[in-house]
């Protein structure tokens, strides 16, 4: 998840474009970490000396590291501890977006610097996504946007986050929530939440957009906008909200009911006072989750 919310750090902090964003995300999966991008998480190096080694590469047919021990910037101990190294995804994600030219070695130092400062990301082990640091993220994410939200609300988003990982692909980036009070809709699905604690969940998207999300869930490929795509993404909603009363029955004893989902038919959504918007960018366009919970 660290990679998900580093994506949305940098676009609050106009580092990058969306589009880059999303470029990078899909590069993703073909990516390989590079030892100078490694050197310098580790501290080994700074930036101006991997682009030194980087740019003596477009000279000469040699390694990264065999340029960077004869320049002195590394030790032959320290080349073969970084080829063991494993990276935290964020650092990955960074990478892919120096490789596109989005940003540079210098920038992407001093943004991961900022960014584990900013999260607090002190002696942790980075590839290792703890619950209760995922849930501080997920808490200062929500802080930042000023939009206030509950401790049921962090146990629903982070549920929601991960099941986002499970069931479609870690290839995405939630933008900054944002209260609304009325919101045009494509296609949209939602679900209601009865109880101690009440929800009434929504998930809106362009229908191009229905049809791919619609495939990753079943793992298929559908190629138009039919009842299949309909009936996966009323399935995920579900199976989505399912989760969460059996979390809060196991965590909380708190029982809730659930009805079925249902298609929003209106054009806009009248919201209340408690709804928050989260876009979210996935290489095939954004969906929008319209979440409301208060107890």
């Known amino acids: 998840m660290y990679s998900q919310f580093f994506g949305s750090y940098l676009l609050r902090r106009d580092a990058i474009t969306p589009e880059q964003l999303t470029h990078a995300i899909s590069q993703l999966s073909a990516a390989h970490i590079k030892l ?23 000279r000469e047919d040699r390694r990264f590291g ?37 940003i540079s070695y210098e920038e992407l130092q001093t943004l991961v610097l900022d960014y584990e400062a900013e999260n607090e990301m002190y002696d942790i082990d980075l590839n290792i996504e703890s619950k209760e640091k995922i849930t501080q993220l997920i808490e200062r994410f929500f802080l930042v946007a000023e939009v206030p939200i509950t401790e049921y609300s962090i146990m629903y988003m982070e549920l929601m986050f991960n099941n986002l990982v499970r069931f479609i692909g870690d290839d995405f980036t939630p933008l900054t929530p944002i209260p609304c009070d009325e919101f045009p809709v494509n296609y949209c699905v939602s679900q209601r939440i009865h109880g101690k ?12 957009v229905a049809i791919a999300f619609a495939s990753r869930y079943a793992k298929t490929t559908f190629t138009e906008f039919d009842e299949y795509v309909q009936a996966s993404i009323e399935d995920f909603i ?43 960018i996935y290489p095939f366009g954004a969906i929008h989750l319209i979440i409301s919970l208060y107890a």
Do not use: W
């Not at 998480?41 to 030194?52: F, I, L, N, Q, R």
């Not at 029982?255 to 054009?267: C, F, G, N, Q």
């Open 197 to 208: 604690v009440n929800c009434i969940s929504r998930v809106d998207m362009e229908e191009d």
């Open 66 to 102: 065999e340029i960077a021990i004869e320049r002195g910037y590394l030790t032959e101990d320290q080349v073969r501890e970084l080829l063991k190294t494993q990276i935290p995804d964020f650092l990955l994600f960074g990478q892919c977006l120096v490789d596109d030219g989005a």
């Open 36 to 58: 100078g991008t490694l050197a310098m998480h580790k501290g080994y190096m700074v930036a101006s000396e991997v682009d030194e080694v980087c740019f003596l590469q477009t």
């Open 238 to 280: 579900n199976l989505h909200n399912g989760l969460f009363m059996v979390n809060m029955s196991n965590e909380h004893s708190i029982e809730l009911s659930l009805d079925p989902p249902s298609v929003d038919t209106t054009e806009a959504l009248s919201l209340s006072s408690t709804t928050f918007i989260l876009p979210v």
